[in-house]
């Protein structure tokens, strides 16, 4: 039983996170900052829940072979991969933004 909404876990509705919402435009930007030199390429504004940011992160991160990581609602590439990653994006009908 969850404790939150007191059904199984099976049926839970609290643990799904609703999709953030935002202005329709997806970011992706270099970021070395804090990172010793290293760069990093994010991607900000996919309005997607958790599972489904999670499965674009994989397939976005396996289309440039490099790993990476979601957190917080932004994907993190390792490496410079913008230009791969917006052509990409657009391939599958989002509107980004470099």
């Known amino acids: 039983m969850c404790p939150g909404c007191g059904k199984p876990f099976a049926a839970c509705v ?19 900052k804090g990172r010793k030199g290293k760069g990093v390429t ?3 504004g996919v309005p997607l829940g ?3 940011l ?5 397939k976005l991160k396996q ?3 490099a790993g990476g ?4 609602g932004v994907i993190e590439v390792q490496g410079d991969h913008c230009d791969s990653l917006v ?8 509107n980004v933004k470099r």
């Open 14 to 32: 609290c643990r799904q996170a609703q999709a953030p919402v935002g202005d329709g435009t997806v970011r992706v930007r270099l970021e070395t």
């Open 69 to 72: 990581t979601v957190k917080d």
């Open 54 to 58: 999670s499965d674009l992160g994989k």
């Open 63 to 65: 289309r440039c072979g």
């Open 42 to 44: 994010l991607i900000t």
């Open 50 to 52: 958790a599972v489904e």
């Open 87 to 94: 052509e990409a994006l657009k391939q599958q009908g989002w």
